[in-house]
T-cell receptor, first 113, second 109 residues
Framework: EAQVTQNPRYLITVTGKKLTVTCSQN?????MSWYRQDPGLGLRQIYY???????DKGDVPEGYKVSRKEKRNFPLILESPSPNQTSLYFC????????????FGPGTRLTVL | QQPVQSPQAVILREGEDAVINCSSS?????VHWYRQKHGEAPVFLMI?????EQKGHEKISASFNEKKQQSSLYLTASQLSYSGTYFC??????????FGTGTRLTVIP
């Protein structure tokens, strides 16, 4: 089944404790991205990747890191999480960036205490 | 660069129609529409491309006015299953996809 998977689905952590949210797709998509969703603010792009080893900042990259060492995986890293990073995170992938469907993962709900 | 959606929320009775608008301050290459049910991931509905090509959903239609930098999503004869939050996403010359803040649609019996 074609899908985007994220792990973990739920995470409660404390300020400053490094964490990684994994994202994997099995559709051989070149383009992957991370979004955060907050009430009243919609979906805001954090980082995106056009292909392996090619990543770039989105709208709200501060406090986040990403890597794209393999085509299928695009982990999101929070080196020192803070409470303002409490949010719902979605990973998405697509064949092309502009004119193709974005396939979203199920989401990761992160709480930073 | 975030597009502006209107209205923010709308309540319909089954069978009624609704229009959701999306506007951008920048020239648009394409407009994407997604629907998100509570607690779930956004799901693709439709893409409208500059030049008129449209891909999409069989029961929901949309328009794309390049000159006005606007798009509208039309939901006709609404069903209970149409309830959710609708997001438009726009791509401008910067080639990033920016989503609006969403329109919450509630369909009641």
């Amino acid at each position: 089944e074609a899908q985007v998977t994220q792990n973990p689905r739920y995470l409660i952590t404390v300020t400053g404790k490094k964490l990684t949210v994994t994202c994997s797709q099995n559709m051989n998509h070149e383009y992957m991205s991370w979004y955060r969703q907050d009430p009243g603010l919609g979906l805001r792009q954090i980082y995106y990747s056009m292909n392996v080893e090619v990543t770039d900042k989105g709208d709200v990259p501060e406090g986040y890191k990403v890597s794209r060492k393999e085509k299928r995986n695009f982990p999101l890293i929070l080196e020192s999480p803070s409470p303002n990073q409490t949010s719902l995170y979605f990973c998405a992938s697509s064949f092309q960036r502009q004119a193709d469907t974005q396939y979203f993962g199920p989401g990761t709900r992160l709480t930073v205490l | 660069q975030q597009p502006v959606q209107s209205p923010q929320a709308v309540i319909l009775r089954e069978g009624e129609d609704a229009v959701i608008n999306c506007s951008s301050s920048k020239a648009l290459y394409s407009v994407h529409w997604y629907r998100q049910k509570h607690g779930e991931a956004p799901v693709f509905l439709m893409i409208l491309l500059k030049g008129g090509e449209q891909k999409g959903h069989e029961k929901i239609s949309a328009s794309f006015n390049e000159k006005k930098q606007q798009s509208s999503l039309y939901l006709t004869a609404s069903q209970l299953s149409y309830s959710g939050t609708y997001f438009c996403g726009t791509i401008t010359g910067a080639n990033n996809l920016f989503f609006g803040t969403g329109t919450r649609l509630t369909v009641i019996p």
